[in-house]
């Protein structure tokens, strides 16, 4: 029998992120011993596992309705000796209820809320004031191009400088901004499409081998043709007033 396609197998975060980056954002939430950090939208929780690592004595929390994500983040909290510190639900973050947390985390989950804003505000309930959020959401480095905007869509996304007014709008301040750069990227989705080119390579007569190319190929063409250099992500390191 082939193995399984695994599309996340070759990625770290899913999300453009190198190691530097995710220490360097580590370090503007500013951890105390103590406090807890909720990680909606978490994934396999690379960002919320390291996060608690840095500080020995902060707890973490992540959310994520992905069974394999949620599946790969617990063994890692066990590999890595986190149990004691670390918990990871399978569940919708929109019906999770989790007391205030000192530092929440959403990053490429703001379509679980249904929107920017929507995700500004629901953070805001969920963080103490004085509180820490870590947002990671899209933003347009230029003009979109009709690709970009086929598949992204119209009205989701403005300029970094709206994204930070608008955070400012919800009732936050900026602590630190940052993007991610063409790097992480390319290293991104060349990850993505490597671990569907690697799974071709090895099961070329699978039945599903035609499907799995064709998700390749418009994946890149998307990517290269469209979105690349034009989409950008941004990571807001925010104080909850
Ligand atoms: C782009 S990924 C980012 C994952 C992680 N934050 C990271 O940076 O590695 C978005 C995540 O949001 C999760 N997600 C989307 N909608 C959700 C919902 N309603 N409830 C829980 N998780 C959700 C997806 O399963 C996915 O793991």
Redesign the pocket.
């Known amino acids: 029998m082939n193995a399984p396609l695994n599309g996340h197998a070759l ?1 770290d ?3 453009p ?1 190198s190691d530097a980056k995710a220490y360097d954002l580590i370090g503007s939430l500013h951890l105390r011993p103590g406090e807890r950090v909720v ?9 919320l596992l390291r996060a608690v690592e840095h500080e020995p004595n902060a707890r973490g929390l992540g ?4 069974d394999y ?1 949620i599946t790969r983040g617990r063994a890692n909290v066990e590999a890595r000796g986190l149990a004691s510190r670390v918990t990871l639900e399978l ?4 019906s ?1 209820e989790a007391k205030p947390a000192d530092v929440a ?5 703001s ?3 249904g929107g920017t804003k929507e995700t500004l505000d629901a953070m805001r309930a969920r963080i103490r004031p004085g509180g820490t959020l870590l947002l ?1 959401d899209g933003f347009w480095e230029r003009a979109p191009g009709p690709k970009s905007l086929e598949i992204f869509g119209e009205e989701d996304f403005g300029t970094l400088a709206e994204l930070v007014d608008l955070a400012m709008a919800c009732g936050y301040r900026l602590l630190s901004v940052t993007t991610a750069n063409q790097d992480e990227w390319d290293s991104f989705e060349s990850r993505w499409c490597a671990a569907r080119e690697r799974w071709l390579l090895a099961n070329p007569d699978d039945p599903k081998a035609d499907e799995v190319r064709a998700i390749v190929d418009d994946h890149r063409d998307g990517w290269l043709k469209g979105y690349r250099g034009e989409f950008g992500l941004a990571y807001l390191t925010l104080a909850r007033l």
């Not at 569940?91 to 929109?94: E, G, L, M, N, R």
């Open positions: 990625l975060f899913n999300s992120l990680d909606y939208g978490c994934g396999w929780a690379e960002l959310v994520d309705s992905d994500a569940a919708d973050v929109t999770w985390i959403s990053i490429g989950a379509h679980a809320w990671g």
